[in-house]
C-alpha cells in the first residue's frame, strides 16, 4: 500500500510538474519597448489598453507596452511624428490633417466608427442651426479639424476660444447670463 501511495505522489508530482506553463520562453527573451500615448486621462474608453497590460497579452506577444495617460495638450501627433510615442490615439480628423499636411504618422484603426464630436450649447441659447454660431465666439480646440469643414461648407466666421476642459466655466457662463436676463433693469 506504500509503494502504491508513493507512486501515485510521483506521478500527481509529474502530472502538476508537467501542466505548469513554461514561462522561460517569456521571461528569457526581452520584450521590445513601446510607448502608447493616449489622447485623454484613464477613462473607459481606454479599458482595452489596460485589459491587455494587466491580462499580459502585450508580453505574450513579445512586447513591453509603456501606457502614457493623455489630457490638454498631450501632442498625441506630434509625439508620433518624432517617435516619442509609437503608437497614439487621437482625433481622426485630426490624423487625416496632418497626413495630409505631410506628417510621418499613419492610421492603422478607428475606435469610433463615427466621430462623436459635439458643439454644446446651453438650452436656452438661441442657437438653433450651424448659421447661428455666424459672429459668434466658441470654445473648441483651436485645431480641431472640424472648425475649418464648418467654416467652409456653411460659410461661417466665429472666433475661438481655446478649449481648457473645464466644465465649471461653461456652467458659469449659464448661470452669468440668466441673472443678466432676469435683472429688472434689463427686462421692460
Given amino acids: ?3 502504491k501511495s508513493l507512486l501515485f505522489l510521483v506521478l500527481l508530482s509529474l502530472a502538476i510538474v508537467g501542466c505548469k506553463k513554461n514561462e522561460s520562453t517569456t521571461s528569457t527573451k526581452a520584450l521590445y519597448p513601446i510607448t ?52 497614439g490615439q487621437e482625433d481622426s480628423g485630426d490624423i487625416l490633417t496632418a497626413i495630409q499636411s505631410g506628417a510621418p504618422i499613419l492610421c492603422v484603426g478607428s475606435i469610433f466608427q463615427h466621430d462623436p464630436s ?34 467652409k461648407k456653411y460659410g461661417l466666421e466665429f472666433k475661438v476660444l481655446p478649449m481648457d476642459f473645464n466644465l465649471g466655466r461653461f456652467a458659469a457662463i449659464k448661470i452669468l447670463f440668466n441673472k443678466l436676463t432676469s435683472h429688472p433693469s434689463l427686462t421692460t
Avoid: C
Wanted: hydrophobic share 45%; net charge negative.
Fill in 36 to 87: 502608447l500615448q493616449l489622447d485623454w486621462v484613464a477613462e473607459p474608453e481606454h479599458g482595452a489598453f489596460y485589459t491587455a497590460d494587466a491580462l499580459g497579452y502585450y508580453a505574450q506577444e513579445g512586447l513591453k507596452v509603456t501606457i502614457v495617460q493623455g489630457g490638454p495638450n498631450a501632442y498625441v501627433l506630434t509625439k508620433v511624428a518624432t517617435n516619442q510615442a509609437q503608437l
Fill in 118 to 151: 459635439a458643439l454644446m450649447v446651453h438650452d436656452t441659447s438661441p442657437i438653433t442651426t450651424w448659421a447661428d454660431f455666424n459672429g459668434k465666439t466658441i470654445m473648441s480646440n483651436p485645431s480641431w479639424a472640424f472648425l475649418p469643414f464648418l467654416r
Fill in 1 to 3: 500500500m506504500r509503494s
